[in-house]
């Protein structure tokens, strides 16, 4: 996904790294202006709608431009990198040489200036650059940044209340423009934020990334300040929250694999009519079974647990009722049935819920599923789960179990007509061959599409699921 502006630079794309996704948000870029690429190499790190893909360039070169800062999110399609190749590679630097010179232009200049290697010789007169707009000059001795420190702790002067106009220019135009490099002045200008507000904390007063993203979040300013001589406080209530405390509220951007989930299980709540049924079930043997597969040297270094005999039976109930394993095309007014079963399990990872699937899961013998089931957990552990995995489900399972709860009403995924979901697997009392028995027992939950699943389908299905794990003796008789 590249496209050439000139002979020698080259603007790279948003690719679209999932089947039909319009957007991603760049989440780290690895590179800066004038840092040498070659083919191959990860330039970034973004998240779409799936997942988090590193994203890397497909040409030799040198950095020219980032278009857009961490945290933005951009169309597929639109530049977000440029790079010089070829000859132009060398004019890439331009962008960083002139932030060099910009940074000594803004520096005061002495009358007789003593050219060095990069700019000019130390001034050695009293040239002052122009105080910070809302503060009044400093002392010659204080830096800005000194300046704005002492205004801070109360022992500078304070900021004008309402100035009847702007005060004339100091200094030439070019003295009074805050330190900073264009990139960060481009993000100064995307995120709209004034630079001459800005606290800057780099050498000589020049203006970072980091200052310009900490202005942001820093609360607004009063309107009036009160002089220091005569401070007055105001009467609050001892429980009364502070105007300081921002302990009370936190906001999180709806962006990546939360605002994905949120718009899927929206869609899906709103747009299938649901059913759950239930079932409490005596797992007792499944358990035990469970731990003879853990001492079987054909399931050495594979994933062994509850889930993986859940998965079987849904698989073999799926078998028995192959109709539940289908879709509803809207817009062909078609019941789709799959004659395969792309078996999802419902994740939860750092960046949200995710749905990773075991492509024709139903051919796979109980060994294999274990290698698969294991594969596909540490993959979204990590964070690494590609977008085709969680493409083409047609039916999934969801654990609630492990977080200790008993169980659900789960949502449907878009596309799929049921999901299981499996509780937590607890000792109880339980009536078994006519003496009430401690026993492992948990409760099943089965939500279906209503469009095209029955109560008696989905009942069906559900009885089966129970029944292979009440007597996992079946699983060879039915399979």
Known sequence: MTTMTDSSVREFKMPDVGEGLTEAEILKWYVQPGDTVTDGQVVCEVETAKAAVELPIPYDG????LHFPEGTTVDVGTSIIAV???DGAAAAAEPVQEAVQEAVAEEPKPEGRQPVLVGYGVSTSSTKRRPRKGAEAPAAAQTPTAAIQAELNGHGPAAPAAPAAPAAPAA???????LAKPPVRKLAKDLGVDLATVVPSGPDGIITREDVHAAVAAPEPAQAAAPRSEPAAPAVSPSAPTSYDTTRETRIPVKGVRKATAAAMVGSAFTAPHVTEFVTVDVTRTMKLVEELKQDKEYTGLRVNPL???????LVAIKR???IN???DEAAQEIVVKHYVNLGI??????????PNIKDAHAQTLPQLAGSLGELVSTAREGKTSPAAMQGGTVTITNVGVFGVDTGTPILNPGESAILAVGAIKLQPWVHKGKVKPRQVTTLALSFDHRLVDGE???KVLADVAAVLEQPKRLISWA
Request: net charge positive; aromatic share 2%; proline share 10%.
């Open 62 to 65: 040198v950095v020219r431009e």
């Open 84 to 86: 010089a190749v070829g």
């Open 172 to 178: 030439p135009v070019t003295g009074d423009r805050p």
């Open 308 to 314: 993986l005999l859940i998965a079987k039976a849904l």
């Open 321 to 323: 009722n192959p109709d």
């Open 326 to 328: 289908a879709s509803w």
């Open 346 to 355: 419902a994740a939860a990872t750092p960046r949200g819920l995710i749905v």
């Open 457 to 459: 389908l989905g009942s």
